[in-house]
């Protein structure tokens, strides 16, 4: 099965300004932002990708533009499933109000009981998302071969419901992932059980090339606490939201 790059937008400016950006339309990248989308093309220059497929939020289409524009023969793929987490009435609304809230204790210590009001919960998000991951590397596997490599750019807190999935780890201890605005993370996924090959990386992918058909476990065959989003900085701080 295919080896999928989870990207996480570039910073935005509701990372930056500490607002729970949620779906919320018009919500930019930053400078920081913009230039981590520029330099995505060149992390990602020795992977053949089969395909990328992105969040309908904006934050995500700027991601990447770059990207698209130095490989015409990738297609611009909107998926709603991994689209950010809808927060409903939180969205909006600053992080520093958002901690004072008796919901933010359930999100961050047991994720599986949060619903956000006039939104989903935790669970319905992550649901969406693995399933959207399933269906992708099944059509991919078909399409392009078993070791092709794809791509998905979406938001903090889908990156760590699918690295929980991925690792086998209750929804409860997502809070402890964390993956930085612009980073890329690496899921080999094998009949059996999927393989983590990079986690939040913020630097080069080029050893990722030719990984699809290696072994992802070192030569045996391949069958054999932070808040919403990791924090407004990108730094993996405790501050709510940072799904901006």
């Known amino acids: 099965m295919p080896i999928l790059l989870v990207v996480r937008h570039g910073r935005s400016t509701a990372n930056t300004s500490g607002v729970l950006a949620g779906r919320a339309p018009g919500v930019e990248l930053d400078a920081h932002g913009t230039a981590q989308a520029e330099a995505l093309p060149d992390r990602l220059a020795g ?7 992105r969040s309908p939020v904006l934050r995500c ?15 611009d793929i909107v998926d709603e499933r991994i689209s950010e987490c809808d927060y409903g ?9 958002l901690m004072d809230e008796p919901l933010m204790a ?39 071969g078993p070791d092709a490599v794809y ?5 903090g807190d889908v990156v760590k419901s699918i690295v929980a999935d991925a690792l086998g780890l209750h929804l409860d201890l997502f809070q ?3 993956a930085e605005p612009g980073s890329v993370t690496a ?3 094998t009949p059996l059980r999927p393989f983590l090959l990079r986690l939040g990386d913020t630097g080069d992918l080029s050893s990722l090339a030719g ?5 992802p476990d070192g030569g045996t065959a391949p069958h054999g606490g932070t808040v919403p989003a990791g924090g407004a900085d990108g730094s993996g701080q405790a501050v709510v939201g940072g799904g901006a």
């Open 151 to 155: 791509l998905m750019c979406t938001h």
């Open 211 to 215: 990984r699809a058909a290696d072994a």
């Open 176 to 178: 402890r992932i964390t």
């Open 89 to 97: 009435d939180w969205t909006g609304r600053k992080l520093s109000e």
């Open 61 to 75: 289409r700027r991601t990447l533009e770059p990207l698209l524009a130095r490989r015409p023969e990738l297609a």
């Open 187 to 189: 899921i080999r996924y």
């Open 47 to 53: 992977l053949p990708l089969a395909a990328a497929v």
């Open 106 to 144: 359930t999100v961050q210590q047991h994720p599986t009981a949060a619903a956000f009001p006039g939104g989903e919960s935790m669970r319905e998000m992550q649901r969406r998302a693995v399933a959207a991951v399933y269906d992708w590397n099944e059509r991919i596997a078909r399409e392009h």
